[in-house]
């Protein structure tokens, strides 16, 4: 069966963004990277909030007519052109972008029938409130954490309103020379 993987950058304060939205403060480079396309050939399926899609949307398919563009960041761009996205939100009427489509509500009916299906994992990439959402329903198998090593003071925690103990085991870390260390947790 499928498992439905939330895959996150965070600080040591537990935050998913900084107070006005910031990523910058997320290191990725070139030990990460290989490290996180690997993560990538589980998935079948991108999950993603609005702010995030329209982030994503807005961003790499600008790189696949970019002839600067770096041979990792094409290689990602076609990948996640490729991939199924789906969309969670109550707000936008339409996707525009190729392989993604949205889903209104009936959040946990479209992902139970979704882990059913055949293919790979389903990932959610960042989306904190989206995050959030599948918490409450509790529709996350794994977690699939960078902690870096900067504390932001505010922002979009990863944990919000969670109500009693929510127990993980530990499966995997993975400490990088930038001071990142992965989390792999799988929730019980």
Do not use: C
């Amino acid at each position: 069966m499928r498992k439905v993987i939330a895959f996150m950058h965070v600080s040591l304060d537990g935050f998913t963004v900084g107070p006005e939205g910031e990523l910058e403060w997320a290191i990725v480079d070139e030990e990460l990277n290989p490290y996180v396309d690997n993560l990538f050939k589980s998935v079948g399926v991108a999950l993603y909030g609005r702010g995030t899609y329209l982030l994503m949307q807005s961003y790499w398919p600008t790189v696949l007519t970019d002839p600067e563009a770096e041979p990792r960041d094409l290689a990602h761009a076609r990948w996640v052109e490729n991939i199924a996205k789906i969309v969670f939100s109550t707000t936008l009427s339409q996707t525009e972008w190729k392989n993604s489509r949205l889903v209104k509500d009936h959040i946990a009916e479209e992902i139970t029938a979704l882990k059913q299906q055949p293919g790979g994992d389903l990932m959610i990439f960042g989306s904190p409130r989206l995050t959030h959402t599948f918490m409450r329903l509790g529709l996350i198998d794994e977690y699939r954490l960078f902690l870096n090593p900067i504390v932001l003071g505010g922002g979009i925690p990863l944990f919000q309103d969670i109500k009693g103990w929510m127990k993980l085991k530990l499966l995997d870390t993975k400490t990088f020379q930038a001071g990142v260390v992965g989390l792999h947790y799988e929730t019980r």
